[in-house]
C-alpha cells in the first residue's frame, strides 16, 4: 500500500506570495492533519479534516488554509507569505478520529520564503 | 494546557546503552500518547504508544513508562545502536475525536558506536 504522498517536495517563494501544498493519503484513509515543524518551535498542528470538513484548527493566522476533497485528497494555501513560515510542512493521514487512530506522516514540503 | 514538555533536546548514548527520553503534560484530558522517530528528510513514524490505563508497555528494545499521577511519561531506548541515531517526539491527544495531537519538542539521539 502506498504511503502519504505530499507534492512539491521542495519549494522557493518570495515574501507576500502565496503558495498551495498537496497531499494525498493512504488509500482508505478519510482523516488528514497537517503539521508545520521548524527548528525553534517543533511539530506544530495547522489544521485536520475528515470527510470535507475541516475539525479542528489550530493558532495559525488566517493567512493558512486548507480544504480536503471528495476522494480524501488535501491541499493546503498559505497567502501572502512571510520570512517565517518557512518550515517542513507535514501531512498525516489515519483511518478516521479517535484517540487511537494511527496517523502516518508523508515526507513532507520544504517550503523557503525569501 | 495543551503543551507537552520533553527533556533533554538532545542525547549522545554509546552503542549498547540505555536512551532514556522524558516528557511531562499538564492537561489530564489527555489519553493517548504516541511516540514518534524521524529520520533527516523523512516524516515522523510512529514508534510505540501507550494509553494511561497501563504503567508500562514494551515492544522489542523500546518501552515506555507512563506515572498517571506525576502526568510523567518516558521512551527507553534498551541496548541502543547507530541505527536508532534520529530525533524522537512525545505527544498526547485528548479522548475522543476531534482532538488535536500535541507534540514535545523533540530530542535528537546520536548512539556512537
Known amino acids: 500500500k502506498a504511503g502519504v504522498t505530499q507534492t512539491p517536495r521542495y519549494l522557493i517563494k518570495t515574501r507576500g506570495q502565496q503558495v498551495t501544498l498537496s497531499c494525498s493519503p493512504i488509500?482508505?484513509?478519510?482523516?488528514v492533519s497537517w503539521y508545520q515543524q521548524t527548528p525553534g518551535q517543533g511539530l506544530q498542528f495547522l489544521f485536520e479534516?475528515?470527510?470535507?470538513?475541516?475539525?479542528n484548527k489550530g493558532n495559525f493566522p488566517g493567512r493558512f488554509s486548507g480544504r480536503q476533497f471528495s476522494n480524501s485528497r488535501s491541499e493546503m494555501n498559505v497567502s501572502t507569505l512571510e520570512l517565517g513560515d518557512s518550515a517542513l510542512y507535514l501531512c498525516?493521514?489515519?483511518?478516521?478520529?479517535?484517540?487511537?487512530?494511527?496517523?502516518?506522516f508523508g515526507p513532507g514540503t520544504r517550503l523557503t520564503v525569501l | 494546557q495543551q503543551q507537552v514538555k520533553q527533556s533533554p533536546q538532545s542525547l549522545i548514548v554509546q552503542k549498547g546503552g540505555i536512551s532514556i527520553i522524558n516528557c511531562a503534560y499538564e492537561?489530564?484530558?489527555?489519553?493517548?500518547f504516541p511516540w514518534y522517530q524521524q529520520f533527516p528528510g523523512k516524516g515522523p513514524a510512529l514508534l510505540i504508544a501507550i494509553r494511561p490505563d497501563v504503567s508500562e508497555k514494551k515492544e522489542g528494545r523500546f518501552t515506555i513508562s507512563f506515572n498517571k499521577s506525576a502526568k510523567q511519561f518516558s521512551l527507553h531506548i534498551m541496548d541502543s545502536q547507530p541505527g536508532d541515531s534520529a530525533t524522537y517526539f512525545c505527544a498526547a491527544k485528548g479522548r475522543g475525536g476531534y482532538q488535536k495531537v500535541t507534540f514535545g519538542t523533540g530530542t535528537k539521539l546520536q548512539v556512537i558506536p
Open positions: 498525516a493521514s489515519s483511518l478516521g478520529q479517535g484517540s487511537l487512530n494511527e496517523q502516518f
Open positions: 488509500s482508505g484513509h478519510r482523516s
Open positions: 479534516y475528515f470527510s470535507e470538513t475541516q475539525r
Open positions: 492537561n489530564t484530558a489527555f489519553d493517548y
